[in-house]
């Protein structure tokens, strides 16, 4: 087929855009579309005639919504009206921030709103910083590149909509919903982002886990090690459950024992300290990882009982995929479809010898694989 007889996916590129995003979302599409770019400094602009012609508008991430809003607030009512009319809305990141009111394109059917996911409740991710953060996509666990990303709140009372991803807090990461005669799609995170994106930020060890260079394994995995581990699961199986290196997972069970701390680094002053430290000094840090062991356990729980039907559909051919490269002979691929979105689918050991013989024999059952 030629490319002037595929369906013409207009999409944004432009200030409010960042650096290489439009590209990498081209990229993906262009066997099904064809693709035109749209914004100031493009052949042709955002606006009713340019949309009229196309059946997939895509706004891609960028910065800070505040400063984008001033670059993209002329297209808020051709875009309004496109979808409205039946047309096809997909944002990524920014893209599913503009998708409500505050400021946004006001996509968002009832009482639908965009926000920060790190400001909500037990989420694993607290800063601005580049990252990867876990969520169930269809009942998956995936870790997808993020900085910043949105969280959905729905108001299912006003349009049919469709939940593809949550966060592991429970708050929405995916979702498509219908508005008028069209669709929106939004993603909080960036499923899309290719190798670039990583490039000095992220790795992928042997088991095809995601690591970033030069820091800490994150808090939230790091939490998630010390739950499983009080499960009464063998680190082997939390290697490979959480794609972190059998080395690591010791290292941080190992510390926490000893310390009663999952922070990375070493804790001056605190070498002698044993796990009763923890559970007199730490309390709300030991409450805080089981609250988020409960709040985890949860969200599977209501997650699977809600969609545990919906995930029959083998992937479409057209999927959005994240494709990162330890070397040439190995790699990991985490697989998203566009086609879902729019349509109805130890630190050293101490040598003291404090800890009672109870404590001994829990540490031995633990590490043994």
């Given at each position: ?6 369906p013409i ?9 960042c ?7 081209a ?7 064809q ?5 100031p400094?493009?052949q ?14 895509i ?66 991710v ?11 996509w ?9 900085q910043?990303g949105t ?16 966060y ?18 939004m993603?909080?995170p ?5 190798e ?22 994150p ?5 998630k ?14 290697s490979?459950k959480?794609?972190v ?16 701390s ?22 709300e840090?030991l ?8 709040n ?12 545990s ?23 990991s691929?985490?697989?998203?479809s ?20 109870q ?11």
């Open positions: 087929m030629s490319t002037s007889a595929l996916a207009l999409i944004y590129r432009g200030p409010a855009a650096r290489g995003c439009p590209e990498t979302i990229d993906l599409l262009r066997e099904k579309y693709i035109i770019y749209a914004g400094k493009e042709v602009d955002v606006n009713t005639n340019t949309l009229s012609a196309a059946q997939l508008y706004q891609p991430g960028g910065g800070d919504l505040d400063e984008a809003w001033p670059h993209v607030r002329r297209y808020a009512s051709p875009i309004r009206d496109y979808v409205r009319n039946g047309g096809k809305y997909l944002g990524f990141c920014l893209g599913a921030y503009l998708a409500g009111t505050e400021p946004g394109f006001g996509l968002l059917p009832g009482r639908g709103q965009t926000d920060q996911y790190i400001t909500s409740k037990g989420a694993v607290t800063s601005e910083i580049d990252t990867v953060v876990p969520l169930f269809r009942g998956m666990l995936r870790h997808v590149y993020f910043d969280r959905l709140m729905i108001d299912r009372t006003a349009a049919p909509a469709e939940i593809l991803a949550v592991t807090n429970g708050e929405i990461a995916a979702a498509v919903q219908n508005y008028g005669k069209g669709r929106v799609g993603v909080g960036h499923p899309e982002a290719n670039e994106c990583h490039i000095g930020q992220a790795g992928v060890n042997q088991l095809g886990g995601i690591f970033v260079n030069g820091r800490p394994l808090d939230h995995v790091r939490r090690i010390v739950e499983l581990a009080l499960n009464g699961i063998r680190p082997c199986d939390i490979r959480l794609l290196s059998h080395g690591c997972v010791s290292k941080i069970l190992t510390k926490f024992y000893e310390t009663g999952i922070r990375p680094g070493s804790i001056h002053g605190r070498q002698s300290n044993k796990i009763n430290t923890y559970q007199s000094n730490n309390t840090e409450l805080t990882v089981r609250n988020h062991q409960e985890l356990l949860c969200v599977l729980h209501h997650y699977n009982q809600c969609y039907q919906k995930i029959t559909n083998s992937p479409s051919e057209d999927e959005i995929s994240i494709e990162t490269n330890s070397s040439s002979s190995s790699s691929l985490i697989k998203h566009i086609e879902n979105i729019l349509s109805n689918q130890m630190t050293k050991k101490n040598k003291t010898s404090s800890i009672d013989n404590t001994n024999n829990k540490r031995q059952k633990l590490f043994t694989c």
